[in-house]
């Protein structure tokens, strides 16, 4: 799924997994990593790919955002654009048709939002987009509320290639648990941050340890670069940081459905959107410029 910051693909993610396995923001550009959701439908075994809303790249970080978006794209058996129905045919979307032209792969047109537009509006713009570009199947959705969401679930389990699942029934995504415990408390940090803050941060889930009672220990760190955005993480008194940790915990705990004992410290790291390491940890290709 590609479209530009804030369309609603990670939260249609969620949708069609049926749990939370991709951060939800009301905030642009918050998906970093390459997401995969695994849905079950019938007998069919679908790998949805949440990928980092496409804009205009300034920062390293931002370039190898958009560049594993493309990429996710061509490796993809099925491309969907998502499109925000409220904010129409803008300069996002605009960039995002050409290069979708070049994508040889099935493409289906998914319009969110539609709850909160009128019906002519809608209709009007899908023939405008539709007159841009050729599109398979056109689908129309609120990833909030779920209407729409089953019929475009089976329409994609109806396309997808023959042979073997590659992950096993019961398995949502393919990140791994520390991953997604770090992606949560990110998540957290855009709910109770303000401005530029959330994006200067990164997070990593340092220990992982399973207790004999069956909790979980985990400790993650906060990396920001400069002292003055490390009190701003911490709050005062330790207000922020205590109210993402709690909020963090307890989802932490409801997906993995386990008791957790959550530790996080909030640690400065210069420069640490240059670091090829932390590109890796995130799966995302490090741009040499």
Do not use: C
Request: overall charge neutral; hydrophobic content about 40%; charged content about 30%.
């Amino acid at each position: 799924m590609i479209g530009a910051p804030n369309a609603g693909k990670s939260t249609l993610t969620n949708a069609l997994v049926g749990t939370k396995v991709s951060i939800v923001s009301h905030k642009v550009q918050t998906t970093r990593a390459i997401v995969r959701g695994i849905v079950i439908h019938g007998a069919a075994q679908m790998v949805l790919v949440d990928t980092p809303g496409i804009f205009p790249p300034k920062r390293r970080l931002e370039r190898a955002m958009v560049s594993t978006a493309w990429t996710s794209a061509a490796d993809a058996d099925l491309v969907a654009l998502l499109v925000d129905a409220r904010r129409g045919l803008d300069a996002d979307i605009e960039a995002l048709l050409q290069p979708l032209s070049q994508v040889r792969r099935p493409r289906a047109l998914i319009l969110n939002k539609i709850d909160l537009i009128r019906r002519d509006t809608l209709l009007a713009l899908t023939t405008e987009l539709t007159q841009r570009l050729a599109f398979d199947r056109v689908f129309m959705i609120s990833a909030l509320t779920g209407d729409g969401v089953e019929d475009l679930k089976h329409w994609i389990a109806g396309t997808v290639q023959e042979g073997p699942w590659l992950y096993p029934e019961d398995q949502i995504t393919d990140a791994p648990m520390r991953m997604l415990a770090a992606e949560v408390t990110r998540e957290k940090l855009f709910v109770r941050l303000h401005d530029e803050l959330p994006y200067r941060s990164t997070v990593e889930t340092e220990s992982w340890k399973e207790l004999r009672d069956g909790s979980v220990r985990i400790e993650q760190t906060i990396y920001v670069e400069r002292d003055s955005q490390r009190k701003i993480v911490l709050g005062r008194g330790g207000s922020t940081i205590k109210a993402i940790s709690t909020e963090a915990r307890a989802e932490i705990a409801e997906i993995t459905e386990q008791r957790i004992h959550l530790f996080i410290f909030v640690k400065v790291r210069e420069n640490w959107s240059d670091d090829p390491e932390r590109y890796r940890e995130m799966g995302l290709d490090f741009p040499r410029e």
